[in-house]
């Protein structure tokens, strides 16, 4: 509050005011804000600006650093932050003249305002106290036009109310004098210098004036100026300058040295300098930049800038300082809330963009990614969570990050950001709160229980061989199925930074046969992103009933679930269109490094190309198309025994060991190579056989085995590319210590959206659609999608199929795999998804007729749910140097089932993991021995198993599965149980013999 409003008509004029004497501050405050800004409102001011200093020149990034050995008693508040804080201080500066916009710049006077970003401790002006940012604000003149706040008030009320200054002038000398100097002519906002003109706080006992000095233009010519004359060339001259290069100011505090000369609350009173030199704290660099950017310039007008915003060592200290508290509080708070901007500080200093040169910054659109979100349910009941991976190969969360403080395991969120593209598709800013107004749009919805029992993916020619897929829970009539059956409880909004806990955030009032199910909630990070997350991995029978079978459970629901993620997005006012996305809920991810040789990512990948709309890469990357494959192979070791005896350390196809052979395109290694693409599994030649690689169940598995598609292949996009690397076809960029981006700042922004919606697909499985890990079948059709990764959203209600499903049905042109519903990915899965998973496991190991089996391979989905693992207590003895070497490498090769904690039968398994899922271990990574290379220097291990320790189960016990028909002879089952004991690899194992319905799915052919 340094500048003079402009007098106003007689209504205005008329207007009661409090008096100067008796309250200033409100009387101050109804003239800047109710008068004078919202005079300009009702004249149609769009958007609504600052009541004074309201004409920009431009807004900079900025950076406040600070000499390590800057004197002790010079190290307080936003010092000592710059100085520890390796860079110092990020900063934004605006700068700014005190009049309207359309009058010349000359000779008015020049404001600069500096939010310093990363200043921890809680600050003093009321909605920011834990904002991590602090305000700074000058101007060109050392002294201020009036010396109090009712002087303040008097002089602006005379201009304002009673309709001229000349008057007030005429009695008050001092003030006419002072105004004069202040219409100086400067020739650059960069070379001005620049005053706090009050005094502030300097910590308990001392006080200061800040002073901006310009410490030079060094990469830029000082006595530059703009190719042409401009009444605005305050605003052409900064972008000019900046643009050729950076300039900096030195930050000056005087100190109070004389309570007589220099008043702390007589504004017009000259602290002399010759009594008190200025001390240099700190520099304040603008780096060279853009300063017309696409969105600085509204970053900088939406910014509020207030000395109250500063932390207690730094309080602005005399009447117009408190007067400035309340007077600049309100008017934010009315020109934000008018412009549509959040109320609030912002989260981390606004990043710089650097587009190519000529590429068009104007956002026309936008989109949402992840395209498709995944979150999973965990038992944890605390607000701690896990987020979901945004990067490729994200580095590893410490051992325990899984669970939470009571052992349950935690829930993992998804998040979910807005980027805008302009007309040529490509990514020019991500929009958060700070520069956009977001407000989101979630229907997540769980409708299983009225959709199709599943018995086989219905798109491959074996489902003729199964059972019809009939409706789930038939007996429920169909006029009330929606009612009874669906858990819909609506669609939920959000908006703003860093909200959460409400209830109007939570999807908890969907029903199942009339009872509650929660499924999930709303909340946004510090700059406005949605993060999602699912429910609570609560399942239950509504009749008590306890389940029987692996995905179709009458009666029964869970609390996973899927839907729409939609965005309304304006920038400066402009609404935006968006392209939606999607969010799944999904199961648990127990062994969270890992990724199976083919992912959701790959298949979906695949179809694209099929059809044309993705292109097919030109050059095969060894470390893009190839490594991938390999790793993935290699890092299921830790979640199956045959996996980790074939393809693991030391194992007898230890790829990695490998590795500069396999990347070297050299026709001396072309036969190894070969010999790796001729094990990967192809259906023409391979027919049932089990043993090319990956040795995984398919979407055909069945005992006894009767398609090709028993096991799984990769997808055909990658056997191209593998077949091109065999010939010697492709680049050999393998770096052996290069690192993958952490996180997705360190993502080059280009490739950020794509690389979101890469990473959430890549941790999903793609094997064994049976019917599927996290989703199923449907998503390898492109009808599915409006764009490649991107949901078709459905925007009327779907047709009835009629009692059964049939594969004609399903892939009719007016089926389900077109636009989808909330609700319409998940309701293919398993009812409730407990059930199988504790029923995905390896082998399946003797079937009656068939004779030995391999107890590890093959196996369904060991990246999502472990078979074998190395247990915390073997780990131990790995580690455990004073041991000896024979006995530690047995411990390290020793591999336990991961559902051994779960009672048997069959039946008892698949209950007993509804109930105790939140128990069972994740596989985490843990630093290995360094003392000899037969061990490797980190593994993975079965990490916070919560099952009470008494009863455990009994030491060394490995559950078998031994798969026996449900029709067959007792007799024949006990030789079955007799043979698998007598073959099981260690004498300690149990052997379990049952009838388990997942793997037996179709008929005979006739």
Known sequence: MTGTPEPFDDAVRAAALPGCAEDAGAALRQMFVDLTQGSRMARGQDPVKRPVFLKPHGVARAALTVAEDLPAQLRVGFLEAARTRPGGLEAWVRFSSDTVPGLPDLRTTLGVGVKLFGVPGPKLLEGCTEAGTQDLLLQNHDVFFVDTAQDMCEFTRAGVVDGGYERYLEAHPVTRRVLAEMAKFEASALSAVYWGVLPYAFGPDRFVKYKLVPAGCEGADPSATPPDEDPAYLAADLAHRLGAGPAAFDLMLQFRTDDSTMPLDMATVRWEESASPPVKVARLTLPQQDVTARGQAAYGENLSLNPWHALAEHRPVGSISDVRRTVYLASAEQRRDVNGVPAAEPGPARPQLTPPPARDTRIVRAAVHPAIGVARVGDSTMDDVVLAPEVDDPPPLPAGSYKDAAGALKRQAVRFRVYGYNAAGEPVAELTADNADLRWKVHVVNSKAA????????????????????????????????????????????????????????????????????????????????????????????????????????????????????????????????????????????????????????????????????????????????????????????????????????????????????????????????????????????????????????????LPPQSVRQHVTLSALQYRLLKRWAGGDFTDDYDPHATPPASLDDVPFADRPATLDRAALSFCLADAFHPGCELTWPMRHTTLYSAPFRIRHRQTPAPPYGPTLTPEIALAFDGPLYAQAPGDLTRWMAVPWQTDTASCKAGYEYTVGLGSYDPYLPTFWPARVPNHVLAEEDYEVVVDTSRPIAERLAAFHKRRTWLRWLPTPYVATINAMVRDFGKLGVVERRPGPTDDPRLPAEVLVESEVTFPREPAPPADRNLLTVHVDLGADPVLGAAALASAATTAPAPDEEVSVGFVDKVKRLRPNR
């Open 451 to 702: 959709w199709y029992q599943f018995q086989i993916a219905l798109d491959i020619p074996e489902a003729g061989q199964a059972d019809p897929s009939n409706l789930r829970n038939p007996k429920v009539p169909a006029a009330q199925r929606q009612d009874l059956l669906v858990i819909d409880p609506g669609p939920r909004w959000v908006r703003g930074r860093n909200r959460s806990g409400e209830p109007r955030y939570r999807f908890d009032t969907g029903t199942f046969l009339g009872k509650p199910v929660y499924l999930g909630e709303l909340r946004t990070d510090d700059s406005g992103r949605l993060v999602f997350l699912g429910g609570r991995g609560v399942s239950a029978s509504a009749t008590g009933a306890p389940a029987d079978t692996f995905a179709n459970n009458d009666g029964w629901h869970d609390d996973v679930s899927d839907g729409p993620v939609t965005a309304e997005v304006s920038i400066e006012g402009r609404p935006i269109p968006v392209d939606g996305a999607w969010v799944v809920t999904a199961p648990p991810n127990y062994a969270p490094e890992l990724a199976s040789v083919r992912t959701l990512y790959d298949l979906v990948r695949d179809a694209f190309v099929t059809e044309g709309r993705l292109p097919e890469p030109a050059q095969v990357s060894f470390t893009r198309d190839v490594l991938p494959v390999l790793r993935r192979l290699s890092g299921l070791q830790w979640a199956n025994k045959g996996l980790a005896t074939q393809f693991g350390f030391d194992g007898r196809e230890d790829l990695l060991a490998r590795l500069a052979d396999l990347a070297d395109p050299s026709p001396v290694h072309q036969e190894l190579r070969r010999q790796v693409w001729l094990a990967v599994r192809d259906y023409e030649r391979d027919g049932l056989s089990p043993v090319p690689w990956p040795a995984l169940y398919g979407d055909a598995m069945s």
